[in-house]
Antibody
Framework: QVQLVQSGAEVKKPGASVKVSCKVS????????MHWVRQPPGKGLEWMGG????????IYAQKFQGRVTMTEDTSTDTAYMELSSLRSEDTAMYYC????????????WGQGTLVTVSS | SYVLTQPPSVSVAPGKTARITCGGN??????VHWYQQKPGQAPVLVIY???DRPSGIPERFSGSISGNTATLTISRVEAGDEADYYC????????????FGTGTKVTVL
């Protein structure tokens, strides 16, 4: 059974960057396709990007292109999501979520990391 | 990019059946997944590949798809089913392949 444990809440100022981690246990990171989904307060789920297991590349939603970087450290089975040039609209809960192959469901989720952007 | 439309809210009495729809262009050609999210918690997968249930999900939860609409059905609704529900698909769109529905708040009366 996959378990995903994320890093703790962050408070950042506008213009700063934030890096959220997601530690995998029960599986290795190479056995999963890790993605990131965010949810602003009171709003719906929004896919940000993730690893495409068929192309072997990380893909990003066009909305976040140039501002987000997703990386993986397979030695520690930890995935990272870094978002730069933060603005107040980036205040949200950020989740890592894993799937097995391209069209499958996100069957494992982290507990979420709240990122608050405020001056 | 591909759009999935859900009703904002559905209300149902305990013991009755709740049906949550998810509309999308030719959605029957895609695989639809459904998630339940309770307040303050991460989403949980309740239906995958249109109608399959993960282990641990009650048989009361079922999924179907026809034409341009996918439906999540919750039979014999319980108070604990009160939550937000989201549908999701993978779309062959390089800019935004993973799409979530707008979400439906299920209220148990």
């Amino acid at each position: 059974q996959v378990q995903l444990v994320q890093s703790g809440a962050e408070v950042k100022k506008p213009g700063a960057s934030v890096k959220v981690s997601c530690k995998v246990s029960g599986y290795t990171l190479t056995e999963l396709s890790m993605h990131w989904v965010r949810q602003p307060p009171g709003k719906g789920l929004e896919w940000m990007g993730g690893f495409d297991p068929e192309d072997g590349e990380t893909i990003y939603a066009q909305k976040f292109q140039g501002r987000v970087t997703m990386t993986e450290d397979t030695s520690t089975d930890t995935a990272y999501m870094e978002l730069s040039s933060l603005r107040s609209e980036d205040t949200a809960m950020y989740y890592c979520a894993a799937l097995q192959d391209r069209s499958s469901a996100f069957d494992s989720w982290g507990q979420g990391t709240l990122v608050t952007v405020s001056s | 990019s591909y759009v999935l439309t859900q009703p904002p809210s559905v209300s149902v009495a305990p013991g009755k059946t709740a049906r949550i729809t998810c509309g999308g262009n030719n959605i029957q050609s895609k695989s639809v997944h459904w998630y339940q999210q309770k307040p303050g918690q991460a989403p949980v997968l309740v239906i995958y590949y249109d109608s399959d249930r993960p282990s641990g999900i009650p048989e009361r939860f079922s999924g179907s798809i026809s034409g341009n609409t996918a439906t999540l059905t919750i039979s014999r609704v319980e108070a604990g089913d009160e939550a937000d529900y989201y549908c999701q698909v993978w779309d062959n769109n390089v800019d935004h392949p993973y799409v979530f529905g707008t979400g439906t708040k299920v209220t148990v009366l």
